[in-house]
């Protein structure tokens, strides 16, 4: 067994042995490492932290033959992703912008909402004393993916809602992202217009049913296009730190765009590819995208609001240790 470290997150490496081929890949895992339980292996296996042959596993059920070559990356996990008073980057009468750390949902699903924004913003006003009862009545207005850090725009009442909501849909608000993506494009800005299909991230490469090609050719036509502008702000021998400008906002833009260019982000399970033959690309933590500003009119009349957003630690740790040339990067 081989153990290695990028990032300062440790990595393992093993070969599947008599003993556990033909075992499911979750429990190849936890029976090899001994103190890792098979819950805790498919957790890393559905975070895309596993790999079999320098390819992403994301499926638990995997069967691995003998000799097989299995590596996995244990980052470390927060229990719970907690909003802090430093992330409240604005705070208005009609809105307020955050700095979403990467991992907090937006909206709950299957019915859990205590972590995800809306209560934990609500629970950090009540905290500070910046709540005001009957007045303030938290709405969304956007969204950012789990894994996507970020500002993020919610609304303070009800009455401003439809207002900032209108902005978004109109096309008025401008925003920005920074990306790490693959490879290096051609050039230095370009832009992409093409249709945009959002994948689930629970069905790795493969498409849902009511998306795939099967009567929708004729369609495809009359479906709105994605644009999207990059501009190259930084070059690495393997990858490329990019600004990006989407003018619209269908679902993943920038993550799909930028896998039909040849270019996904790095450390996407859902656009970007199984296979992953250098250590760096199976070593990125999440996806590396970040909201880093948006501009946005104030719906109580305070004009136009520039909202910028730091970078996340993990990214810009990524990023410091490409620009150190740290770890064999």
Request: hydrophobic share 35%.
């Amino acid at each position: 067994m081989q153990k290695h470290e990028m990032f300062g997150v440790r990595s393992v490496r093993f070969r599947v042995d008599r003993q556990t081929q033909g075992l499911r890949l979750s429990r190849c895992v936890s029976e090899k490492l001994g103190d890792l339980s098979v819950r805790a292996a498919k957790d890393l296996i559905d975070r895309g932290w596993v790999f079999v042959n320098n390819n992403r596993v994301t499926k638990a059920s995997f069967v691995a033959h003998e000799g097989a070559s299995i590596e996995l990356y244990l980052h470390p996990r927060n229990k719970r992703i907690r909003l802090l008073q430093e992330d409240i980057l604005w705070e208005g009468e009609g809105l307020i912008g955050l700095n979403k750390p990467p991992g907090l949902l937006t909206y709950g699903t299957h019915g859990v909402t205590e972590d995800t924004v809306l209560p934990q913003l609500e629970g950090l006003l009540k905290e500070t004393g910046q709540w005001t009862p009957g007045k303030d009545s938290l709405q969304l207005v956007h969204r950012l993916d789990r894994d996507t850090s970020g500002v993020l725009v919610v609304a303070r009442n009800e009455r401003n809602a439809p207002a900032l909501e209108r902005q978004f849909r109109k096309q008025k608000v401008e925003k920005r992202y920074l990306v790490l993506a693959r490879g290096r494009p051609r050039k230095e800005r370009f832009r992409q217009v093409s249709l945009v299909r959002a994948k689930r991230p629970t069905s790795g490469l493969k498409e849902p049913r009511s998306q795939r090609k099967s009567g929708r050719e004729g369609k495809e036509s009359q479906e709105p296009k994605g644009v999207t502008e990059f501009e190259v702000l930084q070059t690495f021998p393997k990858c490329t730190l990019l600004e990006a400008r989407p003018f619209t906002g269908r679902t993943h833009q920038i993550r799909v765009h930028l896998a039909q260019l040849g270019h996904p982000v790095l450390g996407d399970i859902v656009y970007g590819p199984e296979e992953c033959a250098e250590r760096l690309f199976r070593a990125i933590p999440r996806q590396m995208l970040h909201a880093s500003f948006i501009g946005i009119d104030d719906p109580d009349g305070q004009g136009r609001l520039h909202i910028e957003a730091p970078l996340s630690p993990d990214m810009r740790h990524v990023l410091n240790c490409l620009e150190q040339k740290d770890e064999g990067l």
